[in-house]
């Protein structure tokens, strides 16, 4: 790669208006005895070739290659609270046992707090090889500092070439704040992952709203780093007879200090999540009014599912934030999903378009959710649903 | 308090496109505006000088033109801006954009530092977190609100996944803030006809304490994107058509053999 580096000490006054009027793009400033060269420059290198000499200069760069085989394994944080382990944590176990097959390296799992060394086995049973363990009282509550700190220590003393990590609120503090201090990359909400021969990590994720996709790859720093949300990849099946190492790590008490102290935690009331549902009847703006919402929360309930909803609906105030499905809001792999009256933007797509069987109804039948859906209905909901509703009670009251 | 709020211009649409057969992506030619979960950010910062007394200052990085941003939240009630510009931080990834503000924000004297969580065209939500390790001071994300600031320290309440937290951070520190937390001002006309532009600076990377450009723009970045592809569409799917009656018995047809009902 080449650049253009601009000697400051061969650069007066008449210099840089040389400069300013040699470069056919205006991209050449002079203020406050600074040289500057804006985005619009096009590397014609006129200002090389045809300036005051020395001003401005051609450098070609050699980057320093990395060495892969010094980055070994894949490794998973765990996410908990207070020891229980998060299902997404088995979820990332169970990808990294895929990733990991490519390049036959080890899969391990990080697992930071306090009161957490019984739990660790579990992993070992989800697809971990080996579990490292920083267990201290310190490490209780989540602060940020002494968990940066020990997971540094993790990977400076494992060096994994892979680190997945939950976007959970935690993950989406702790994820970013490692990369920075190894200086490497991150993407954040994965949607696909695949491992090359060379262990380079295919990072696919959405962008602009979810309207396209990004493949992305850390070519030449380590470890790798994902942080991936819960419900898109699947856990293996707990294996009873999966044996591996658990290994209790040295916790140096100076790395625990921090200026940060916790002053209340305050649980908060446990609501519905819509992600642990296997069957969702979800509504969209094709629902006219709030009180609609009756016959399908009827059909909801005969189904033995749970009501979802798009965006608008949120902000209209007829449903709850934690109902809403979509790139704002949860991420959902049902066994099935019933889409009602939704147009099916690719904010909500994103949110459930790996679920097993998707169904949806809308009269328009350009609607993109008929892009995304299994099965599609071409009609008016509210024939459809009523009579549907019909039909599910008959056949319930003849058994 | 000195608050600096970390604000970024970005598309006004995210409606783009990728063409099917040439590759090449679409976008609406409408104008750029200011990141929305920005406006929380500097409506947070104003709140705090309102009640603590002090400056903000917001910081932009983007080509020249992002100075429109900067003016927006001038226009909002910040004292001062800068916009961070530089041919060399072009191709800049989460790591080389986070390092470029880190260096701009160290040019000031801060005790604070605010920024929304994620921007509507990159949403990644890791900026924050990763400018707060380069600065070396301590990050909390998801703010619900802010219950103190006394003694060089500040008090807030931040929402991990099952609890909330409230936390004591020593200044300074870095925070980010999640839409809705409060009803951003609107600008205000006096403002802008007041505005004093000489309070709007820009930064280029020879005014940094770090002059390696290895360290900026694409050569400092980690990832690279290898191609960009539109969402894939379901190939396996079948539309039914017809009467409301016709489409209800398929419907429950296909529950039925779902094992549904």
Same mark, same amino acid.
């Given at each position: ?399 | ?132 390790? =380069?600065? *070396?001071? $301590? ?10 600031? +006394?003694? #060089?320290? @500040? ?84 539309? =039914?058509? *017809?009467? $409301? ?10 529950? +039925?053999? #779902?094992? @549904?009902?």
């Amino acid at each position: 790669m080449a650049y253009l580096k601009i000697n400051k000490n061969s650069i007066d006054k008449s210099a840089a208006e040389e400069l300013i009027s040699i470069c056919p793009f205006s991209a050449i400033s002079y203020e406050n005895e600074n040289l500057c060269i804006s985005q619009a420059c096009k590397m014609c290198k006129l200002c090389v070739n045809k300036g005051p000499a020395g001003a401005i200069e051609l450098v070609e760069t050699q980057q320093a290659v990395l060495d892969k085989n010094m980055w070994k394994g894949i490794a998973v944080y765990v996410e908990h609270t207070y020891s229980k382990i998060h299902p997404i944590t088995y979820e990332l176990l169970g990808k990294a046992r895929e990733l990991a097959s490519v390049t036959n390296q080890p899969v391990y799992a990080l697992f930071i707090g306090s009161g957490i060394y019984q739990n660790a086995e579990m992993l070992l049973k989800y697809g971990a090889d080996k579990v490292y363990v920083y267990e201290d009282e310190g490490l209780k509550d989540f602060i940020i500092e002494p968990y940066t700190n020990m997971f540094e220590d993790f990977i400076n003393k494992v060096k994994p070439s892979v680190v997945l990590v939950g976007a959970t609120n935690i993950g989406r503090s702790l994820a970013p704040r490692m990369a920075a201090r190894f200086r490497t990359g991150l993407t954040a909400d994965c949607t696909s992952l695949q491992m090359k021969e060379n262990t380079d990590l295919v990072q696919i994720r959405p962008a602009f709203g979810g309207n396209i996709m990004a493949q992305i790859i850390t070519p030449q720093k380590r470890p790798q780093f994902c942080t991936v949300r819960y419900k898109i990849f699947s856990a293996l099946k707990f294996n009873e007879n999966s044996s591996g190492e658990i290994v209790n790590m040295p916790v140096e008490h100076k790395k625990l200090l921090c200026d940060t102290e916790i002053i209340e935690i305050i649980k908060k009331a446990k609501e519905i999540d819509i992600s642990e549902a296997e069957i969702i009847v979800a509504v969209g703006r094709g629902i006219k009014s709030r009180k609609d919402l009756c016959m399908l929360n009827e059909l909801s309930e005969l189904l033995g599912g749970q009501i979802a909803c798009t965006r608008p609906l949120v902000e209209a105030g007829w449903l709850d934030p934690h109902k809403q499905i979509g790139l704002s809001g949860r991420t959902v792999k049902a066994k099935l999903v019933l889409a009602v009256g939704i147009s099916g933007s690719v904010q909500f797509a994103a949110g459930m378009r790996n679920s097993d069987c998707i169904l949806a109804i809308n009269s328009d039948k350009n609607a993109p959710i008929f892009d995304i859906a299994h099965y599609g209905f071409v009609g008016n909901l509210y024939e459809i649903i009523p009579m549907l509703i019909e039909n599910i009670k008959e056949a319930n009251y003849a058994i | 308090m000195e608050i600096v709020v970390c604000i970024k211009q970005v598309p006004g649409t995210t409606n783009v496109e990728i063409d099917p057969t040439t590759g090449v992506m679409k976008r609406d030619g409408i104008e750029a505006k200011l990141n929305p979960y920005d406006l929380f950010a500097i409506e947070l910062a104003l709140f705090l000088k309102e009640k603590y007394g002090g400056q903000v200052h917001v910081m932009t990085m983007g080509p020249l033109q992002a100075k429109k941003a900067v003016l927006e939240a001038l226009y909002m009630g910040a004292d001062s801006g800068s916009v961070i510009s530089d041919r060399r931080f072009a191709g800049s990834d989460v790591i080389a954009t986070s390092y470029t503000l880190s260096q701009g924000i160290e040019k000031i004297k801060y005790d604070l530092v605010i920024c929304g969580k994620q921007t509507t065209d990159g949403d990644t939500a890791q900026v924050g977190p990763e400018t707060a390790e =380069f600065l *070396g001071i $301590s990050h909390a994300t998801n703010i619900v609100s802010i219950d103190e600031v +006394k003694n #060089n320290y @500040i008090t807030f309440k931040m929402k991990l996944d099952n609890t909330i937290q409230i936390q004591r951070t020593k200044l300074p520190c870095l925070i980010t803030v999640d839409k809705d937390i409060n009803t951003p001002r609107l600008p205000s006309y006096i403002r802008k006809r007041n505005i004093c532009y000489e309070s709007i600076n820009s930064y280029c990377l020879d005014d940094f304490e770090d002059n390696d450009e290895d360290n900026y723009g694409l050569k400092g970045s980690a990832t690279q994107v290898e191609r960009i592809f539109p969402p894939e569409k379901n190939k396996d799917k079948k539309i =039914f058509e *017809g009467t $409301s009656g016709t489409l209800t018995k398929e419907l429950y047809n296909l529950l +039925k053999s #779902n094992k @549904i009902v």
